[in-house]
């Protein structure tokens, strides 16, 4: 089976710009998350979809927004970006079986830099 | 609030010696535990998880780790390390409810390196 993918691996946006992300979870999985990395603050929890449907949501600001399309496809979106929007997002896949946060597989992620 | 604490940032061992990578978490409940490892690069890779029962838990790449409740803990264990071995360790608690509502909380991960 193919893994996550996430497109593009790697962004450089300026300030005041907004940019998509795009994640293909594992064949089968309907659960995506999505997690911000940075090395001061470490593995944030963004948001959580599943069937189409937000189910979780991180304390980030409404400038981060995502959603899934009906073949569990996600993207996630970041308007105005500032600088420290500057970081690695992740995008995670969860088995049918397995609750939100229950083993996740995770893609390599997209290096985003804000200029 | 619930937390987890790697108290290890960085940690330099030898090829071939063991390695041990320490965790402590703060919740309420019964925890779902997890040892993530991300290779420079890479996306995070599970190495074990821990639900419920036996509490010493085998992973992947010759991997364990033991759940101790009374301790608040859930190091991570190595017999002998490989070169391969070095990258960043995470560990994370599911927590804020059950089934569905669970998220992820991270720790800030250990660095291993690994000396020839």
């Known amino acids: 089976k193919a893994g996550v993918t996430q497109t593009p691996r790697y962004l450089i946006k300026t300030r005041g710009q907004q940019v998509t992300l795009s994640c293909s979870p594992i064949?089968?999985?309907?659960?995506v998350s999505w997690y911000q990395q940075t090395p001061g603050q470490g593995l944030q929890f963004l948001f959580e979809?599943?069937?189409?449907?937000?189910?979780n949501k991180g304390n980030f600001p409404g400038r981060f927004s995502g959603r899934q399309f009906s073949n569990s496809r996600s993207e996630m979106n970041v308007s105005t970006l500032e600088l420290g929007d500057s970081a690695l997002y992740l995008c995670?896949?969860?088995?049918?079986?397995?609750?939100?946060?229950?083993?996740?597989?995770f893609g390599p992620g997209t290096r985003l830099t804000v200029l | 609030a619930q937390s987890v604490t790697q108290p290890d940032i960085h940690i330099t061992v030898s090829e071939g010696a063991s390695l041990e990578l320490r965790c402590n978490y703060s919740?309420?409940?019964?925890?779902?535990l997890f040892w993530y490892v991300q290779s420079p690069g890479q996306g995070l890779q599970l190495l074990l998880k821990?639900?419920?029962?036996d509490t010493l838990v085998q992973g992947i790449k010759g991997f364990e780790a033991e759940f101790k409740r009374s301790q608040s803990s859930f190091n991570l264990r190595k017999p002998s390390v490989h070169w391969s071995d070095a990258a960043e360790y995470f560990c994370?608690?599911?927590?804020?409810?059950?089934?569905?509502?669970?998220?992820?909380?991270w720790g800030l991960g250990t660095s291993l390196a690994v000396n020839p």
């Open positions: 995670a896949s969860s088995p049918p079986a397995s609750g939100g946060a229950d083993t996740q597989y």
């Open positions: 064949s089968g999985h309907r659960s």
């Open positions: 979809y599943f069937s189409e449907t937000q189910r």
């Open positions: 919740y309420g409940a019964t925890p779902y």
């Open positions: 821990y639900f419920s029962g």
């Open positions: 994370a608690v599911a927590s804020g409810g059950t089934g569905n509502n669970r998220k992820l909380i």
